[in-house]
């Protein structure tokens, strides 16, 4: 079993079998659920027979609805076991699992279980499989630098546990894969690296918006939450740096809500940036194109991020990016070729990496067709063949080596 993010191709013989298989997909936490939709809208066109469990529900995308069979249960709810030790981290969170999902699952005999992570789901997961043979088949999203530290050996205890009884997991990156493979000790033939969680342009452009960024070009976007972690203030920073170099012909775009926005505020302020940063709040998902198209660069400058969808997203969009080195989405990214990796700590590097695309306009269209073209092979519809094809690998009774 290949590890390599791009190497693994299912075999279209492979999915002829699917339609016959039962698949449950088990979900604590789907508040932000617009990228999943679009994938399990193109595996319920391999494996009809699937239904997704979910514990917390954010709602349809417009033009979803009825698209794939859903099951909210009531009852989930997170726990935090630890507070994180620095603001820019995760909390330590389990998130609850409501006795209905053994009762669910006992009704609908799936054949795979997709869960993620280690959580208590899992567990549940993993009681079917003792009761039923069901395979059980792990999603884990990716690994950040600063997550790796967080581990406490009693969580470390629980995946070493349940590992051996996992019949399969994929990673949206290599680094994923190769923490199953060292720390808990799965074997390479049940480990895949392919991104999962992935970018869909129609979904972002469903509700059509001619609004524009503010500023002078290039523009420069941030997309996320806007708290410690997503790593803002040293955007803020690396903005004030080129301005005492006397350089103002750019623009600094903060789309996003969070606990700081008032700190945002107050930062552009004080540094002296109001000509060149601007925040301009939430923007609805199904809008989210006209940002991404309006941009000239995007910048990621995150802290602690397991994977980094809007990472992906800027790159369909055919954007070159500035990715900071603790996202795991880094993977995605080609140095030097559509973008920069860069320690956003290091505001007189990040700053230069802007100026790079200040100076040359021109790398802008050549780093942006290289971040379309990275990314052109990861589409939902790709996600769902190659999940399609681990789930029935394992389900296959006969031990074909179909995956």
Same mark, same amino acid.
């Given at each position: 079993?290949?590890?390599?993010?791009?190497?693994?191709?299912?075999?279209?013989?492979?999915?002829? +079998?699917?339609k016959?298989?039962? %698949?449950?997909?088990?979900?604590?936490?789907?508040?932000?659920?617009?990228y999943?939709?679009?994938?399990?809208?193109?595996?319920?066109?391999?494996?009809?027979?699937?239904?997704?469990?979910?514990?917390?529900?954010? +709602? /349809? *995308?417009?033009g979803?609805?009825?698209s794939?069979?859903?099951?909210?249960?009531?009852? +989930?709810?997170?726990?935090?076991?630890?507070?994180?030790?620095?603001?820019?981290?995760?909390?330590?969170?389990?998130?609850?699992?409501?006795?209905?999902?053994?009762?669910?699952l006992?009704?609908?005999?799936?054949?795979?279980?997709?869960?993620?992570?280690f959580?208590?789901w899992?567990?549940?997961?993993?009681?079917?499989?003792?009761?039923?043979?069901?395979?059980?088949?792990?999603?884990?999203?990716?690994?950040?630098?600063?997550?790796?530290?967080?581990?406490?050996?009693a969580?470390?205890?629980?995946?070493?546990?349940?590992?051996?009884?996992?019949?399969?997991?994929?990673?949206?990156?290599?680094?994923?894969?190769?923490?199953?493979?060292?720390?808990?000790? @799965? #074997?390479?033939?049940?480990?895949?690296?392919?991104?999962y969680?992935?970018?869909?342009?129609? @979904?972002?452009d469903?509700?059509?918006?001619?609004?524009?960024l503010?500023?002078?070009?290039?523009?420069?976007?941030?997309? =996320?939450?806007?708290?410690?972690?997503?790593?803002?203030?040293?955007?803020?920073? *690396?903005?004030?740096?080129?301005?005492?170099?006397?350089?103002?012909?750019?623009?600094?775009?903060?789309? +996003?809500?969070?606990p700081?926005?008032?700190?945002?505020? %107050?930062?552009?302020?004080?540094?002296?940036?109001?000509?060149?940063? $601007?925040?301009v709040?939430?923007?609805?998902?199904?809008r989210?194109?006209?940002?991404?198209?309006?941009?000239?660069?995007?910048? $990621? #400058?995150?802290?602690?991020?397991?994977?980094?969808?809007?990472?992906?997203?800027?790159?369909?969009?055919?954007?070159p %990016?500035?990715?900071?080195?603790?996202? =795991?989405?880094?993977?995605?990214?080609?140095?030097?070729?559509?973008? /920069?990796?860069?320690? #956003?700590?290091?505001?007189?590097?990040?700053?230069?990496c802007?100026?790079?695309?200040?100076?040359?306009?021109?790398?802008?269209?050549r $780093?942006?067709?290289?971040?379309?073209?990275?990314?052109a092979?990861?589409?939902?519809?790709?996600?769902?063949q190659?999940?399609?094809?681990?789930?029935? =690998?394992?389900?296959?009774?006969? =031990?074909?080596?179909?995956?």
């Amino acid at each position: 079993m290949t590890s390599a993010i791009a190497d693994f191709v299912p075999h279209p013989e492979t999915l002829a +079998g699917s339609k016959k298989m039962r %698949v449950a997909w088990l979900f604590p936490m789907m508040r932000r659920t617009h990228y999943w939709q679009p994938v399990f809208r193109e595996f319920t066109s391999l494996v009809a027979d699937n239904t997704v469990f979910v514990g917390c529900w954010g +709602g /349809f *995308a417009a033009g979803y609805e009825g698209s794939f069979k859903l099951r909210v249960l009531n009852g +989930g709810r997170p726990l935090v076991l630890k507070k994180k030790e620095k603001e820019e981290q995760y909390d330590s969170a389990l998130f609850w699992a409501p006795a209905s999902i053994l009762v669910e699952l006992a009704r609908f005999r799936p054949d795979v279980i997709f869960t993620t992570g280690f959580s208590a789901w899992t567990v549940c997961a993993l009681v079917q499989k003792l009761l039923a043979r069901s395979r059980v088949i792990v999603l884990w999203d990716g690994n950040s630098v600063h997550w790796k530290s967080q581990i406490s050996k009693a969580r470390h205890l629980q995946r070493k546990l349940m590992a051996p009884f996992l019949d399969f997991v994929v990673s949206n990156m290599c680094e994923g894969v190769e923490y199953m493979r060292r720390s808990l000790s @799965i #074997p390479d033939h049940k480990l895949l690296s392919h991104p999962y969680q992935v970018a869909d342009l129609a @979904i972002l452009d469903t509700e059509i918006s001619g609004e524009k960024l503010p500023g002078s070009r290039p523009i420069f976007l941030f997309v =996320g939450s806007i708290e410690a972690r997503k790593g803002w203030r040293y955007l803020v920073a *690396a903005a004030r740096a080129l301005v005492c170099e006397g350089i103002n012909r750019f623009s600094v775009v903060f789309v +996003g809500a969070g606990p700081e926005e008032k700190k945002l505020r %107050v930062a552009i302020r004080e540094c002296g940036v109001q000509t060149v940063a $601007f925040h301009v709040g939430p923007v609805p998902y199904r809008r989210m194109a006209s940002c991404y198209r309006n941009a000239d660069v995007f910048v $990621f #400058p995150t802290m602690d991020d397991v994977w980094g969808l809007v990472l992906l997203e800027a790159m369909a969009f055919g954007k070159p %990016v500035i990715c900071s080195r603790f996202a =795991g989405a880094r993977e995605m990214v080609a140095d030097e070729e559509n973008g /920069f990796l860069a320690d #956003p700590r290091n505001v007189e590097f990040l700053a230069a990496c802007m100026r790079r695309f200040i100076d040359d306009p021109s790398l802008i269209e050549r $780093f942006g067709a290289r971040s379309r073209e990275l990314i052109a092979p990861y589409t939902p519809r790709r996600a769902a063949q190659v999940l399609a094809s681990v789930a029935l =690998g394992t389900w296959d009774r006969k =031990g074909r080596a179909t995956v």
